[in-house]
């Protein structure tokens, strides 16, 4: 009897003790995110060696009666198989990547230590740089490897695995001429190889503005004039049809609460000093909401809609998941897009070792899922994907393989293929716009 209970014992013991490793493993996907969230029927992908179905469209080009443009959906036709993509599936993409065959050096790859603005937080973590190309400022290692931006066979295979997810825009980071981030080079000019790249796969590309020193107004008036201007007739220049028919570029503007409401009215309200409505250079302009302020700033401002970037659940009031219901009713009640960002996951630590606090783990994929179902209930028009190649923040869906250094031990997307994140986008588009077609019965 002693004996049984004994055995009886240690079987309770293992058995706690595996309950709670899988709930630690499972704690980022809080707050109050669960599994249960997840439509009826939609399970994780498949394993290493199946395939995933594909549904296919009976026309080329199909646009439900009364959608706006950004709900096209054009499907591809090879000898082996026919592909949509769907141009309300916005994906956001970075080409501050560089390498030595391409450009000379490592640009990113090699990303600096954020120190802690805090010295005495900061002087318990390590500093300098990454060392390309076995140490790399990610916490995933590229199956491409540290690239070049500037690779045209890069830019080819990433316009493939953007197909593959069926994201329709890609949503450029840009910097206007001769100004890039603090830790790379300027890029504009790799700009309409990008364009060429996206045109060849049906790709549209819209423009993510990003608060470069300086950034006012003023020069926001500038850079949109100089974006029209220069790509507004390459057939993968971007437009959006509004609700009263108009078909303009959209422009995302990060951070842009940086700049005061009155500043932007000048630009976005019909009265203002210096209007871009009504004009040639009129636009769709999408505000970051980080703050629950940010609303009615956003409104002030002029813009036409908001959306969330960030892919970490409950780092941000806009970046919280279950915050998205109230933004959207305060767009809807002021005539403004709501556009949620849904991400796979966020780890930074490669860069910002400071703060895993922010560490959100994709648990297999369920991450990915909860946040994609969590945007398509509350019925928004367009859904963005934070992000395609963000590397350092660990939000990429692109394709990823495992790998170990001396000095390092990459995450990867292991039991699953590289292309895990790319199969989990293709299914939720097909699944967004499938609803779309009840929402509008």
């Not at 179905?53 to 009666?65: F, L």
């Not at 767009?331 to 966020?346: K, M, Q, R, T």
Request: charged share 20%; net charge neutral; proline share 7%.
């Amino acid at each position: 009897m002693a004996r049984f209970r004994k055995k009886a014992c240690v079987a309770l013991f293992l058995f706690t003790l595996f309950i709670f490793g899988t709930m630690m493993g499972l704690r980022t996907l809080k707050p109050s995110d669960g599994f249960s969230d997840l439509a009826p029927g939609l399970d994780l992908m498949p394993m290493v060696g199946d395939r995933m179905e594909r549904r296919s469209a009976s026309k080329d080009v199909v646009v439900s009666p009364g959608q706006s443009a950004s709900n096209t959906k054009v499907v591809l036709r090879n000898a082996d198989e026919e592909r949509s993509i769907f141009y309300d599936v916005h994906i956001f993409y970075y080409v501050w990547y560089g390498n030595p065959q391409i450009d000379g050096k490592y640009i990113h790859w090699d990303h600096v230590l954020v120190p802690h603005w805090d010295p005495k937080i900061a002087a318990s973590y390590p500093k300098g740089r990454h060392t390309p190309p076995e140490d790399i400022g990610s916490s995933f290692y590229p199956e491409l490897g540290p690239y070049s931006s500037r690779d045209p066979a890069v830019l080819e295979s990433h316009m493939k695995q953007l197909g593959a997810a069926a994201a329709g825009v890609l949503v450029l980071s840009w910097y206007p001429p001769g100004l890039a981030d603090d830790n790379g080079e300027p890029m504009e000019d790799l700009v309409p190889a990008i364009m060429d790249a996206a045109h060849r796969h049906s790709i549209k590309v819209a423009f993510h503005i990003q608060p470069y020193k300086g950034r006012t107004d003023h020069t926001v008036h500038e850079n949109v004039k100089y974006i029209i201007d220069k790509y507004g007739n390459h057939g993968a220049f971007y437009r959006f049809k509004t609700s009263t028919g108009k078909i303009l570029p959209m422009f995302y503007i990060y951070d842009s609460y940086l700049t005061p409401p009155e500043s932007w009215a000048n630009l976005l309200n019909p009265s203002g000093s210096h209007s871009l409505r009504g004009g040639a250079y009129d636009g769709v302009f999408i505000g970051l909401l980080v703050e629950e302020r940010h609303k009615h700033d956003i409104l002030a401002s002029g813009f036409d809609g908001m959306y969330t970037y960030f892919a970490s659940n409950g780092f941000s009031f806009g970046s919280s998941h279950q915050n998205w219901k109230a933004a959207k009713a305060f767009c809807d009640s002021n005539n403004l897009l709501f556009v949620p960002s849904a991400g796979p996951g966020y780890i930074d630590t490669s860069v910002r070792p400071w703060n895993n606090h922010n560490t959100r783990n994709r648990v297999n994929g369920r991450y990915y899922e909860t946040a994609l179902q969590a945007a398509l209930s509350v019925r928004p028009e367009i859904v963005t994907i934070t992000s395609f190649n963000e590397w350092h923040e660990g939000t990429q869906i692109e394709r990823a393989v495992p790998k170990k250094t001396v000095s390092r031990h990459y995450l990867d997307y292991q039991p699953h293929r590289p292309d895990l994140y790319l199969e989990v986008t293709r299914k939720w588009a097909e699944e967004f716009n499938k609803e779309k077609e009840q929402w509008l019965m």
